[in-house]
């Protein structure tokens, strides 16, 4: 994973694709907060379905830009 990586203090966002059956794509985030020696992961995909990759990404980079505003 992770095509582009965001950070906002101990927060990682790792925003990639995924391709689906029938040759569409759809974006996905990984978030990454690492308190200590601890550290937890949550996966988000993005709702809408794109036709190529470069539309899949950009969904998912939105994703993780307002992921990590609301944090």
Known sequence: ???V???KADWVAEADIQRLEG???QGVVLITHE???EARQSQHTVDAVSDTPAEALD???AL???ILGNL
């Open 1 to 3: 994973m992770a095509a």
């Open 5 to 7: 990586k965001y950070t």
């Open 23 to 25: 040759g569409k794509y």
């Open 35 to 37: 308190s200590g020696a």
């Open 59 to 61: 969904e998912a980079k």
């Open 64 to 66: 993780a830009h307002r």
